[in-house]
């Protein structure tokens, strides 16, 4: 056992963004507890780091109580289904595991004097009415639409986080993830890019909601960790945007798969989801001066490696 060295925590850790900070987390010499149950993430993603004596996987559903021995100085608490695909399909174990799971994660941390990082999302601010969003804007959300059940989910982390901040001066940090894709998102998933990826790879046409002119800025998923690293990192406990400020419309980002693809499979359109933020990009300013932190790699970038990725994984 390689024992000295930094222990971490991280639910949803077979999920797709948890499974590259496990990988980051393992590379910079933590020993890594990797928590999930699998109902939106797949084995398959850390399958590769169970050679390294620094992991291990520990089958769990963070809405029951967590118990680990040992010492434990970081939690990330990934552990959530994020497909807005999911929000009619599983709205009570979304609201569960945003609220007793993080309220179950907090306690461990507590129990374990662990420092605490809450994966939260762009959600938060629902269909926005400032642009860009800033980390004080407090959100335009509908709590009793089909995506409330994530966003005020996400809002009740957030909440009970602070809460555990200042009554039990636990050490926490929060993280305001936007929409972020890359390898390993499953084909599946139902989101955006891996949608479009996936269609336009099998020679589908591209399902467009709506008339595509609503916005995201998406960011690729190395450069979200090196943002979830560095604010692990900082003395920073107030609420950080993490994504990239370039803005493109839904139509544009099919238009770049469509393109890089090679695909001649064109576009369809759907009808646009219920409460559908019509736009999306963060200000980053806070994550630039605290953290010193801004996305590298550009949309075209970051497809190009997507795609890279999905192809060599259908040859396999
Ligand atoms: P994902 O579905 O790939 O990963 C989530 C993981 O959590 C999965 O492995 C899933 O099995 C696990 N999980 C769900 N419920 C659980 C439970 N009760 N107990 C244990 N494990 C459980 O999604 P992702 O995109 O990797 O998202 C990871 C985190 O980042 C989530 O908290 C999500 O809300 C947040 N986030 C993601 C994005 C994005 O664009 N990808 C944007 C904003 C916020
Ligand atoms: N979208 C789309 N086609 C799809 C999947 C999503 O046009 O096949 C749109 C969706 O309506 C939204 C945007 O793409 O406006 C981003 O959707 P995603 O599911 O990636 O995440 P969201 O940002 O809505 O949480």
Redesign the pocket.
Known sequence: MASGRRRALV?????????HLCERLVREGYRVLC????????FE?VAHLTAEPAFEYVD????TYIRIAGELDEVY???????PA?FERIPI?IL??GAI?TYNALGLALAKGSRFLL?????VYGDPLVHPQREDYWGNVNPIGVRGV?DEA?RYAESITMAYHRHHRIDTRIV??????GP???PD?G?MVPNFIRQALAGEPLTIYGEGDQTRSI?YVDD?IEGIFRLMQSAETRPVNVGNPSEHTVREVAGMVLELSGSKSGAVHLPLPVDDPKQRCPDISRAREVLGWEPKVAAREGLERTLRWYRSRSRS
């Open positions: 639910t949803g850790g077979a999920g797709f963004i948890g499974s928590m999930d149950n699998l109902r939106t993430g797949s993603n769990h559903d963070v809405t608490h990934l552990a959530s289904p994020a497909s999911d174990p569960k595991v799971g994966a939260s999302t762009s959600e994530y996400k305001r993830i936007f929409n972020t894709y390993r998102m499953r998933d989101r960011q979200l």
